[in-house]
């Protein structure tokens, strides 16, 4: 027995003494979370700029701390509500007879977090589970290895271990962890090591919770306002440097549009992100060498690039935004998830075509759509399959916490935010109470839904018909 196995049965036994904590308990620890993360705002926004070389602190103010503050809000908001039993309607012939949903903890919910937005894609989980009455024990990335060294120090500063855990560490921290049997487990990732995740969780049949990313397709009708729909794609592209799993990943327009919307792209590019201190640095070393390589596959292909800003700024690790046209199909950028500040651009025939081009590929974890032509957004809205969609403007629907947050496909499984998440780390366990004369009536063992079968056995059936 390893010391992850011993540390989780330790908190599995605080879980047991205390298995259905009360509103007061779970309100005050997501209370806690809130008061960590005020208390903290300047050192954590230094801490992550250490981590990523540049990120703004009003980038990280709005992508990391405004999701956590909304999510507290939210609960607390609604949490009285989420706990009350649900009654069910139950079949006539059972007279008065009460059915309900009564949603109860599991137990502890094991959280694997990214490095791309370190703090929101940890507590936000953590929140859910906290609120729905669990333990949680935190895994985050060792890719950001400053911030996510300060946040296991501050939630041990706030909370008991056996409340609230973290263990920080590199792979073999996380293969570990991923296979130790908890109640549930979330991770947040790639696809590949989120395939490593849920094999590592079959062998305790822990239920998963993936969120993976993926392929987003933004596509513009020809009805879309150009200026518009640039702006919101700029920033859905470049907040945090691409490095989204949302993020819109390729452009799908037809070719008429091309020109004037490569136009409108720069244009707003260099209204949102000319001051190079705002344009989030790639995490490390390897991360701006993969945006190097798959640019460089798709111009070695015969794509052509162009450049998003004026004058991008240099240094080390630093990386200038660029969008791809004339990309072949072979190329890797069209293949692999992007994760940075590249923007391909697909030229199609129209509606039905841009339908045919997502769905066939792997399904993305979001769609953007730009236009104001119903009957085309409807057919993209009933014939693709994504995570989620944001219509004329990109990233928005994450941000709404009572809308779940997840994917579909290769793109992951389950989903969390608001009720959701809330649901997704409970049990909704259905309990039926016989009650009253008709029930006792089918169900005694001397009436006819019980043997000895006979005529009113048959009567019966007919009636239930």
Same mark, same amino acid.
């Not at 890797?332 to 339908?355: K, N, Q, S």
């Not at 409807?378 to 004329?392: H, K, P």
């Given at each position: ?108 919910? !094991?959280?694997?977090? %990214? ?7 940890? #507590?936000?989980? &953590?929140? $859910? +589970?906290?609120?729905? *009455? ?78 993976? !990313?993926?392929?987003? %397709? ?7 306002? #150009?200026?518009? &729909?640039? $702006? +919101?794609?700029?920033? *859905? ?229």
């Amino acid at each position: 027995m390893n010391r992850f196995t011993i540390q989780l049965d330790e908190i599995k036994a605080a879980y047991a003494a205390e298995p259905n904590p009360s509103l007061e308990v779970r309100l005050e620890r997501i209370g806690r979370i809130e008061k960590m993360i005020e208390a903290n705002e300047e050192k954590i926004c230094k801490v992550l700029t250490a981590d990523f070389g540049v990120r703004h602190p009003i980038e990280t103010r709005l992508a990391e701390f405004q999701m956590v503050y909304q999510a507290c809000k939210y609960t607390r908001k609604h949490l009285k509500e989420w706990m009350k039993p649900v009654q069910i309607e139950v079949p006539f012939y059972m007279g008065s007879t009460e059915a309900w949903l009564q949603s109860q903890s599991i137990g502890v919910v !094991g959280i694997m977090s %990214p490095w791309n937005y370190p703090i929101q894609l940890a #507590l936000v989980p &953590a929140i $859910a +589970a906290l609120a729905a *009455g669990n333990r949680v024990w935190l895994k985050p990335s060792d890719r950001s290895s400053r911030t996510s060294g300060f946040l296991a120090g501050l939630i041990q500063e706030y909370f008991h271990p056996s409340e609230f855990c973290v263990s920080t560490g590199g792979v073999d921290v996380a293969e570990q962890f991923a296979a130790l049997a908890f109640d549930h487990l979330l991770f947040t990732g790639s696809e590949a090591i989120g395939k490593k995740v849920m094999r590592a969780a079959a062998e305790n049949l822990t239920p998963v919770t993936l969120e993976l !990313g993926g392929k987003t %397709p933004a596509i513009i009708d020809p009805s879309a306002k #150009l200026q518009d &729909a640039a $702006a +919101a794609i700029i920033y *859905g592209k470049l907040l945090n440097s691409g490095q989204t799993c949302i993020a819109p990943d390729y452009i799908l327009t037809e070719q008429s549009n091309q020109t004037a919307f490569i136009e409108a792209l720069q244009t707003e590019a260099q209204t949102q992100f000319s001051n190079p201190e705002e344009l989030t640095g790639p995490i490390d070393d390897d991360q701006l060498q993969y945006w190097q390589h798959i640019v460089s596959d798709a111009l070695d292909r015969g794509a052509k690039a162009i450049p998003l800003l004026k004058n991008p700024s240099a240094g080390a690790r630093r990386f200038a935004p660029v969008l791809l046209i004339d990309v072949p199909p072979q190329a890797r950028v069209l293949h692999e998830e992007i994760f940075g500040p590249i923007l391909p651009i697909v030229t199609i025939a129209d509606t039905a075509a841009a339908v045919t081009y997502v769905n066939s590929r792997p399904r993305p974890l979001a769609l953007y759509w730009f236009g104001k032509e119903k009957k085309n957004m409807q057919r993209v809205l009933d014939e693709t399959r994504s995570g989620g969609v944001t219509i004329n403007d990109t990233l928005l629907h994450a941000a709404v916490e009572s809308l779940p947050f997840g994917g579909i496909g290769a793109s992951g499984m389950s989903s969390y935010h608001g009720k959701t998440g809330f649901d997704t780390f409970s049990h909704a366990k259905p309990i039926l109470e016989v009650r009253g004369f008709l029930g006792s009536n089918l169900l005694k063992g001397t009436k006819p839904a019980r043997p000895p079968y006979g005529k009113k056995t048959e009567r019966l059936l007919k009636q239930l018909k």
